[in-house]
């Protein structure tokens, strides 16, 4: 935990989490300076192609000013250009980023910190016959949302809680009422939105029917596996695709699908969120089937618009994360395996589970509750959805 600072002893430029990313789109080189603690920064940290992180502990600048050896920790930082200084909320970096411009180095302070970086969130335009579709990025998970608009009426899939007034504020900038909160699993790295807009906003919560068998603890919407929901003039047609979990189900919204965590851009889904180590085979199986069979009836040419997306991961030239089916069917060496590679492939080599995945799975189901703040922290970090990657070399 980062202790509160005395003031920083000079004024500090600061530089928003809206400008950083910026820096990034930009692919400028960016030098990062983070002061929390050790297992903070392992666990979660801004990161990307053109980034330079380095942790160095907050108290070593406390003593640094005393000593007066701040050239000694500044001149031990890697990276080139100004330095980035981060914590948690934005306080103690604060101090650090002073220290460093009173002793002749350009710095700046990430204001909000973290908790900043993790309130980002950038809606695009993903082009779509038919309707209006906004892909939601949240640059600090990789977490991805949808915004389906149709002659007044919307529907949001995978909705983050802490987003919900967003969703339904960008509806209304459509001329839209926003009608659908769908969810197209129960997910393990974020505290979903569907049950706020239901509560504050009147939203129709959607759940997929098998969500439902795995013991959700309200009342949302059914949708069948072969069901559909009409939104405006276009509809949401489910498409089953068992394998992360039991209940994946993608949605297609005209020649877009909405994949949800099934298949990703670099990846394909992990098995063993909801099973555990021992159930990962079987349903490793059903993702099998759901890349070589239920995939097999959709058109090359459909766009995969997924549900996360790495740091590693390369936009559209639109800056969106999609891909055409047929581009993913080349680049991603799952569509080349048999069952039984493909099987000893995705469960040898699984990536750590998310944060806090337990509880998080336990309040989507509404068999556990968190406050607003509970729930922020509990999502912090990446998603770790996917398996390793599974892109041909």
């Given at each position: 935990m980062n202790r509160d600072p005395p003031d920083p002893p000079a004024d500090h430029p600061s530089l928003s989490a809206v400008d950083l990313k910026a820096r990034l789109d930009r692919g400028e080189s960016v030098?990062?300076?983070?002061?929390?603690?050790?297992?903070?920064?392992?666990?979660?940290?801004?990161?990307?192609?053109?980034?330079?992180?380095?942790?160095?502990?907050?108290?070593?600048?406390?003593?640094?000013?005393?000593?007066?050896?701040?050239?000694?920790?500044?001149?031990?930082?890697?990276?080139?250009?100004?330095?980035?200084?981060?914590?948690?909320?934005?306080?103690?970096?604060?101090?650090?980023?002073?220290?460093?411009?009173?002793?002749?180095?350009?710095?700046?302070?990430?204001?909000?910190?973290?908790?900043?970086w993790a309130r980002l969130y950038e809606g695009h335009v993903v082009e779509c016959d038919g309707a209006t579709l906004v892909q939601y990025q949240r640059p600090s998970s990789g977490c991805l949302a949808y915004l389906v608009v149709s002659d007044g009426e919307a529907a949001v899939v995978d909705p983050l809680r802490a987003f919900a007034d967003r969703y339904v504020a960008d509806a209304a900038d459509h001329d839209a009422s926003l009608r659908y909160a769908v969810d197209t699993h129960v997910h393990a790295d974020h505290v979903s939105g569907v049950r706020r807009l239901a509560d504050e906003y009147g939203v129709e919560s959607v759940l997929p029917a098998r969500a439902v068998d795995r013991g959700v603890a309200f009342e949302p919407t059914e949708l069948p596996h072969d069901g559909a929901l009409s939104v405006g003039a276009t509809t949401l047609d489910a498409v089953p695709l068992p394998g992360h979990t039991t209940d994946m189900t993608g949605l297609r919204v005209g020649d877009v699908l909405l994949a949800g965590d099934s298949l990703f851009l670099d990846s394909v889904a992990r098995p063993d969120l909801e099973a555990g180590d021992d159930g990962a085979p079987e349903l490793a199986r059903d993702l099998y089937e759901t890349l070589t069979d239920r995939l097999a009836a959709l058109p090359s040419t459909m766009l995969v618009a997924p549900g996360h997306y790495a740091e590693t991961t390369a936009p559209a030239s639109d800056r969106t994360y999609t891909a055409t089916l047929g581009t993913l069917r080349e680049r991603l060496a799952a569509f080349r395996l048999d069952e039984t590679a493909f099987v000893d492939r995705i469960c040898g080599d699984i990536p750590p589970r998310p944060a806090n995945f337990e509880r998080i799975i336990a309040i989507n189901l509404g068999t556990e509750s968190a406050d607003d703040d509970t729930a922020f922290e509990l999502e912090l970090g990446p998603n770790n959805c996917a398996a390793a990657p599974m892109d041909i070399p």
């Open positions: 030098r990062i300076l983070d002061i929390r603690d050790r297992d903070e920064f392992e666990q979660w940290r801004v990161s990307g192609p053109t980034v330079t992180a380095t942790q160095r502990p907050f108290n070593k600048f406390l003593q640094a000013k005393v000593t007066d050896s701040v050239d000694d920790l500044a001149e031990d930082i890697p990276g080139e250009g100004p330095i980035t200084v981060v914590c948690a909320r934005g306080e103690s970096s604060a101090f650090v980023a002073g220290l460093l411009v009173d002793n002749g180095y350009e710095a700046h302070n990430l204001a909000e910190g973290m908790e900043g």
